[in-house]
């Protein structure tokens, strides 16, 4: 029945173009960050934008790789995330970029955004994905938990912009 799954956080236009500003800023390399609202509202209205310390190596299940297909929050920001959730304005959505042009949440993003322990999310956030190429954003993509599917699904979907 409609409306039985995990509801989208509102993301107000104007915010997400300051994150699309932000993958094309990181283009070709991912960007991340994370999105804070009320935690009695499904809204957000800031961004925290964090270094992708993918370089360094620190990723948990793709060190292999580099920022141009992966990301990963790390050191000082990752405290910050963490220690952000006693606020009255948490995270509510984890956000990166894809510089491939595609708002997917790939098989990397899954493993890493799902408890080790594999009994839900690592963190209770949405996941907006940002599919950007070398001449605008193509489209953003909201995904989150879903018990029912055992995993994260596709919620929203946004229009992209020439930024």
Known sequence: MPGDGPQPVDIPRALLERVYREARDAYPYECCGWLVGA??????????????????????????????????????????????????????????????????????????????????????VQQLVVGIDEVRVTEAALFAWSDDAEGFVDIARYDGADV
């Open 39 to 124: 935690k009695d509202q499904l809204a957000v209205h800031d961004a925290r934008a964090c270094n992708n310390a993918q370089d360094s190596g620190d990723h948990p299940t793709a060190a292999e790789r580099g920022a141009e297909t992966a990301y990963v929050i790390a050191g000082a920001d990752l405290l910050a995330f963490n220690r952000a959730f006693d606020d009255a304005v948490p995270p509510r959505v984890i956000y990166h970029s894809h510089p491939n042009g595609r708002a997917y949440f790939s098989a990397t993003d899954r493993e890493v955004a799902t408890s080790p322990w594999g009994d839900g999310p690592t963190y209770p």
